[in-house]
C-alpha cells in the first residue's frame, strides 16, 4: 500500500500563502488520483481539492475555489495544494489520500491517507 506524507504546514497571516506536500512512498501514486482534505477541531473531515491521475481534471470546494491549486507530479511521486489569500477559517488540519474512483469526493472513498499537516492562519 502507498504511504503518503504531508508536509509544509505551519502558521500564515491572513492573506498569506503556503504550499502543502504530500510526498508519496513510491510510484503506484501515479495510478491514482489524488485529494486534499481538511479537519477543523470539532469538525468533520471535509473535501478540499482532488486531481486525477493524469492531471486531466481538478475539482475544488467552493469555499476555496480561485484561491487554491492543486497539482502533482507523478515522477516525483508527489502532489501539491498551493494556498493563496489564506483566511482564519482555512485553519485546519490537511491531509493528502489517494484513490481508485474519481467523481465522489467523500472521504470514505479514499483509501489511503497522510497523517496530516497543521494550516494555522491568523487574522
Known amino acids: 500500500q502507498v504511504q503518503l506524507v504531508e508536509s509544509g504546514g505551519g502558521l500564515v497571516q491572513a492573506g498569506g500563502s503556503l504550499r502543502l506536500s504530500c510526498a508519496a512512498s513510491d510510484r503506484t501514486f501515479s495510478s491514482y488520483h489524488m485529494g486534499w482534505f481538511r479537519q477543523a477541531p470539532g469538525k468533520e473531515r471535509e473535501f478540499v481539492a482532488a486531481i486525477t491521475w493524469s492531471r486531466s481534471s481538478t475539482r475544488y470546494t467552493d469555499s476555496v475555489q480561485g484561491r487554491f491549486t492543486i497539482s502533482r507530479d507523478n515522477a516525483k511521486n508527489t502532489g501539491y495544494l498551493q494556498m493563496n489569500s489564506l483566511k482564519p477559517e482555512d485553519t485546519a488540519v490537511y491531509f493528502c489520500?489517494?484513490?481508485?474512483?474519481?467523481?465522489?469526493?467523500?472521504?470514505?472513498?479514499?483509501?489511503?491517507w497522510g497523517q496530516g499537516t497543521q494550516v494555522t492562519v491568523s487574522s
Open positions: 489520500a489517494v484513490t481508485n474512483r474519481w467523481g465522489d469526493y467523500t472521504p470514505h472513498r479514499y483509501a489511503y
